[in-house]
């Protein structure tokens, strides 16, 4: 059986390239191991890339920045069997702003918004750390500042199974199952916040809460397949971001856990609940691909 994975930025964003075309090979070798050929799109017109490939294909994923990838997970997902988060969801999780308000009406911390002074500011829709930077000037059209924070920078990945589905059989009532807490590598040079990499698996005093707060991230905002959730952990454990999607941090869960990452996604997409996993070890990842076992 063919499986579609198509990365945007490998043909159309050279900035983020390296990052896009390591979680590309992650997955490709994982759908291989188990048996599947893996097609992915070309230098041509994305959208349509993906409706030339996806009718050969079983199943689909899409790995595009965070504002474009409900509208390409749309075209992708009338097609063939989508094993990432839907796309209403995705449109979701792309504005930051509605995001954070969603999570803090249902009771989780958010940065605060801030309208003076220093500040964090970042786009409203927006990709990872790119163009996010400390200072005290005036957002630009499309950005929003929040409040500082400090203390340890972490990701969740989680692995939601179906909430929705092509056929109603495809709901599980499974919980969001984490696969693993992350460390993130932060670099703020001179204001401007850079994302490097980071470690995972990591234990953390407060791993308990950060693992039931991740779970009740994706159950309000109905995320699923595989989503990565930023926080900063201090006196407060703080939502960053939500990225429903798959994240870097993929690279170095993949390279130390037993099970097939596109097992996973295949079985919580058909509403079967996610076994256990068995992560052997810890990685050290980079943005390029560049992975340390220890």
Do not use: W
Request: proline content about 5%; some cysteine; aromatic content about 4%.
């Amino acid at each position: 059986m063919n499986v579609l994975l198509a990365e945007y930025t490998l043909h159309h964003d050279p900035s983020l390239a390296p990052e896009g075309e390591a979680m590309l090979k992650t997955l490709k070798q994982s759908f291989e191991r188990l048996g599947y050929s893996v097609a992915s799109p070309g230098e041509g017109d994305f959208g349509e890339e993906i409706e030339r490939i996806a009718p050969d294909c079983r199943y689909g994923l899409v790995i595009a920045p965070d504002h474009l990838l409900a509208g390409f997970t749309r075209r992708m997902e009338g097609i063939t069997h989508n094993v990432g988060t839907d796309s209403t969801n995705a449109a979701v999780c792309a504005n930051k702003r509605l995001t954070a308000r969603i999570l803090a009406e249902h009771g989780i911390d958010v940065p605060q918004e801030v309208s003076a002074g220093m500040r964090v500011i970042k786009p409203v829709r927006g990709s990872g750390s790119i163009n996010v930077r400390i200072s005290d000037e005036e957002p630009g059209e499309g950005e929003f500042g929040q409040e500082i924070l400090t203390g340890d920078h972490l990701s969740v990945s989680v692995i939601g199974s179906r909430v929705v589905g092509d056929v109603c059989s495809f709901y599980s009532g499974a919980p969001p199952f984490v696969l693993a807490i992350n460390r993130q590598e932060i670099e703020n040079n001179d204001g401007r916040i850079t994302y490097l990499g980071g470690e995972t698996p990591v234990e953390h005093p407060r791993a308990d809460e950060i693992r039931k707060i991740a779970q009740k991230v994706v159950t309000i905002l109905g995320c699923q397949g595989y989503i990565g959730i930023d926080l900063i952990v201090g006196d407060r454990i703080t939502v960053i971001d939500v990225n429903p999607r798959i994240t870097t941090s993929l690279i170095g869960i993949a390279a130390v856990m037993e099970e097939e990452i596109a097992d996973l996604l295949i079985k919580a997409s058909e509403g079967i609940e996610p076994e256990p996993v068995h992560l052997n070890g810890t990685a050290h990842f980079d943005t390029h691909g560049g992975i340390i076992r220890q």
